[in-house]
């Protein structure tokens, strides 16, 4: 449970005017990681055991209008600012970190710092624990469907070049525009992202288009949640997504995702992953599988969680991520991650 740092409650100008109330709470991590490293013939390996910490900070706004509207805003300040371009959350034609809300009954519209609509309805296989440096979703099987777009700039996208995560989100500046409807058990979504500030791009178009809605309810004696989503840049691509999750009365927990994304002149990207979770007490653990196939190149890998919650916030976190890459006609690569150490909520 995080615990409120400083909150205002109740900050009202005059009466008759909306009330706002605002909250800080954070996150910090401490312990030792190995990452990914580069050896001398660009092969990528396990790195040097090493120090690992890191704090996030995250603001949070709400309020309430006369006739019932909600709104309000958050920002995490480890994404208002990087060391390459600080204080980009001043832009308003760009994305930093922050993301605006506006909700009405069981409609809400948010733009900003916000998933796509597929990414948002299609359950991920990370389905318990986590780690500190997040090696159980870093690993070249998983599929976070943040996005995935020619990193390179050679005009082509491949999983063995461009990285993981079957969206199109982050195409343009990941500034994302949705509204999402609640009916039910059922949630409905909308989103769009322009790729250029509402400029055409020749051979990608001017918008990501993106829908997609998601069943939770109870099946039997089944926590069901099963989600399907579709995004399409006109002249670039179209990305379809299913997933499914169970949740069952032992603790266990299980899930499985399929994507495909066909891309204009180019090889179909498919992917397939697994998941399983186990929750009691104060113990939880959570294992993933994934691979991505393009033609005849393949990535995999599987991602291991284990957490021990020590109450208060306070919790012991240990992660495994193993990734192996298959290009066709040429060699294969593979390597590990590992992360140990504490998590503090507050």
């Known amino acids: 449970m995080k615990s409120i740092l400083f909150a205002t409650t109740a900050l009202v100008a005059t009466a008759g005017v909306a009330s706002a109330e605002i909250a800080l709470t954070g996150n910090a991590e401490m312990g030792i990681y190995a990452p990914v490293d580069v050896d001398v013939d660009g092969d990528r390996e396990m790195g040097d055991t090493q120090f690992f910490t890191d704090m996030d900070i995250r603001f949070t706004l709400s309020g309430e209008a006369d006739n019932g509207?909600?709104?309000?805003?958050?920002?995490?300040?480890?994404?208002?600012?990087?060391?390459?371009?600080?204080?980009?959350?001043?832009?308003?034609?760009?994305?930093?970190?922050?993301?605006?809300?506006?909700?009405y009954g069981g409609a809400t519209f948010t733009m900003g710092d916000t998933d796509g609509a597929l990414d948002a309805r299609v359950p991920e296989m990370a389905l318990a624990a986590g780690s500190l440096n997040d090696d159980e979703t870093i690993h070249l099987g998983f599929n976070h469907g943040d996005g995935l777009s020619d990193s390179d700039g050679d005009g082509f996208t491949t999983?063995?070049?461009?990285?993981?995560?079957?969206?199109?989100?982050?195409?343009?500046?990941?500034?994302?525009?949705?509204?999402?409807?609640?009916?039910?058990?059922?949630?409905?979504?909308?989103?769009?992202?322009?790729?250029?500030?509402?400029?055409?791009?020749?051979?990608?178009?001017?918008?990501?288009?993106?829908?997609?809605?998601?069943?939770?309810?109870?099946?039997?004696?089944?926590?069901?949640?099963?989600?399907?989503?579709?995004?399409?840049l006109d002249e670039y691509a179209d990305v379809t997504s299913v997933g499914a999750t169970g949740g069952f009365g032992n603790g266990f927990s299980a899930g499985l995702t399929y994507t495909d994304m066909s891309i204009d002149g180019g090889d179909d990207i498919e992917h397939w992953g697994?998941?399983?979770?186990?929750?009691?007490?104060?113990?939880?653990?959570?294992?993933?599988?994934?691979?991505?196939?393009?033609?005849?190149?393949?990535?995999?890998?599987?991602?291991?969680?284990?957490?021990?919650?020590?109450?208060?916030?306070?919790?012991?976190?240990?992660?495994?991520?193993?990734?192996?890459?298959?290009?066709?006609?040429?060699?294969s690569d593979d390597y590990d991650t590992y992360s140990l150490g504490l998590s503090m909520n507050f």
Do not use: C, H
Request: aromatic fraction near 12%; charge should be negative; glycine fraction near 16%.
């Open 159 to 232: 999983v063995i070049e461009d990285g993981v995560g079957l969206s199109l989100d982050g195409f343009g500046d990941g500034q994302v525009a949705r509204i999402d409807y609640a009916y039910d058990a059922f949630t409905f979504s909308a989103s769009m992202e322009q790729v250029a500030d509402g400029a055409d791009v020749e051979d990608l178009g001017d918008t990501i288009w993106g829908i997609g809605v998601a069943y939770s309810g109870q099946l039997s004696t089944i926590d069901l949640t099963v989600g399907l989503g579709y995004q399409t």
């Open 69 to 103: 509207l909600t709104f309000g805003a958050t920002i995490d300040l480890d994404e208002a600012a990087d060391n390459n371009n600080p204080g980009r959350f001043e832009n308003p034609n760009q994305q930093g970190g922050e993301a605006i809300f506006i909700s």
């Open 274 to 331: 697994v998941g399983f979770g186990y929750e009691m007490n104060a113990i939880a653990v959570g294992m993933n599988y994934g691979e991505y196939t393009q033609d005849d190149d393949k990535l995999s890998g599987f991602g291991l969680a284990a957490s021990y919650d020590l109450g208060g916030g306070l919790s012991a976190r240990l992660g495994y991520g193993y990734s192996d890459i298959d290009p066709d006609g040429a060699s």
